[in-house]
């Protein structure tokens, strides 16, 4: 692989000969860390005293990737962590496309059972016939990047409405598949880890005893007031409603756990739900009468549909780290796997953002040339390319860069 390693670095070392790079706030005061190809963090326990410094690193070691800490420190390059002495950290939260489920890994992932050879599209993660676990082709796409774009807005309402976390908010690309979101105010930086870790509790919803507020009565369910009072209550109700509104009988069955048909006849009704909800804060029985003893039908519709409505909205998951000690990637570097630059957004930049059009970090026409041996079509600067099963082609270097960097592809003769 030492002539793809090559030819990466020699035109990373040109994105930094021809890029200063600001690097984070307090640059003095954070950790830093770097990876080499194939491996994202392969030294870290580095400080820069200035940006000048930085850039020089860049310049001269090229490394693949480069991260720093959300933690500030006196000490930043002291080993072990403890003598680096920590005197504040941002709030940071990840959003990776790879880990939320969407229709379009349908498309461009795939997968091979090493045992028996059995093929299919999508991430499954054991074999149809004989249950080994497979071997995954994972893509991203515009649409995967979309739908953690919804979080990173959801999350952003969270913060500001709900935390009241209005100031020193910035939003990342990490250069892949996902996006990241800083909170710098002297408000969060000083919060410990248990404190981080009951935000994540309110965000994740966990402990919050939803029936309390949509309480089961004799025929019916009652609900906050449609002008209630903000926070999880509010937002439930919202979507909710929108829910009903919207009237897609697939998705009310799926969130529901029940039949197609037993959908379409609630969404005759909705007029009638909406109107109870909206004028008496009231959740009316749907399935025939509901019981005061036991559970029926219309009782076990609506928790598991209230439920789902919990579990869609919440910004992030349970698995969201709270490591005070953790580094990302800095603003506006290039990703080694990908070769796109990790840019800084403002939320409406974000709202547009695309990096396969948005982060690309090189200008002109060179091409290369290079064998794939398998990928799915892939969108970059307004021209689809592939799909390629076996394949020579001359690209345009920021395609050629992405699959080389990915080690998707080969580089054929000598550059
Ligand atoms: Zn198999
Ligand atoms: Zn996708």
Not at 148 to 171: S, V
Not at 353 to 377: H, M, Q, S, Y
């Amino acid at each position: 692989m030492v002539g793809e390693e090559q030819f990466l670095r020699k035109h990373f070392q040109d994105f930094y000969k021809n890029n200063f790079i600001a690097g984070p706030p307090e640059l003095g005061a954070r950790e830093f860390g770097y990876g080499v190809f194939g491996r994202k963090i392969a030294n870290r326990n580095l400080a820069f005293a200035s940006q000048k410094d930085f850039n020089m690193f860049l310049r001269n070691q090229t490394p693949f990737f480069m991260s720093y800490s959300s933690a500030l420190y006196k000490f930043p390059s002291r080993r072990p962590m403890k003598a680096k002495e920590l005197f504040a950290a941002d709030l940071v939260y990840e959003f990776d496309a790879d880990d939320l489920p969407t229709d379009c890994k349908q498309k461009h992932d795939s997968w091979e059972c090493p045992k028996c050879g059995k093929k299919g599209k999508g991430r499954q993660v054991k074999c149809d016939d004989c249950g080994t676990q497979t071997k995954l082709d994972e893509w991203f796409c515009p649409e995967c990047l979309g739908v953690a774009k919804k979080k990173i807005f959801l999350l952003l309402e969270f913060l500001e409405k709900d935390f009241g976390f209005n100031e020193g908010i910035r939003i990342n690309f990490s250069g892949r598949a996902g996006y990241h979101i800083h909170v710098r105010s002297e408000k969060v930086r000083q919060l410990p880890r248990i404190a981080r870790l009951e935000l994540i509790d309110y965000l994740t919803a966990n402990g919050l005893n939803i029936f309390s507020h949509f309480r089961k009565e004799e025929t019916f369910f009652s609900c906050p007031g449609i002008e209630g009072k903000a926070g999880w209550p509010k937002r439930i109700l919202e979507e909710l409603v929108r829910l009903l509104e919207e009237g897609d009988v697939e998705n009310i069955a799926v969130m529901g756990n029940i039949s197609v048909p037993e959908a379409k006849r609630l969404v005759k009704k909705r007029k009638t739900i909406l109107d109870s909800i909206k004028e008496r804060s009231t959740i009316p029985s749907i399935f025939g009468r509901v019981s005061s003893t036991g559970e029926s039908k219309s009782d076990k519709f609506w928790q598991n549909f209230l439920n789902s409505i919990v579990a869609k909205i919440a910004p992030i998951d349970r698995q969201t780290s709270v490591d005070l000690n953790k580094i990302v990637r800095v603003p506006e570097t290039l990703h080694g796997e990908t070769g796109f630059v990790s840019r800084e957004l403002s939320r409406d930049e974000l709202k547009e953002f695309n990096p396969f059009d948005d982060a690309l970090a090189f200008k002109g026409n060179e091409t290369v040339r290079v064998f794939i041996p398998k990928a799915p079509i892939i969108y970059l600067a307004g021209q689809n390319f592939g799909p390629f099963d076996e394949k020579e082609e001359e690209l345009p270097l920021n395609a050629g860069i992405f699959l080389l960097a990915s080690g998707r592809a080969k580089l054929v003769g000598n550059k």
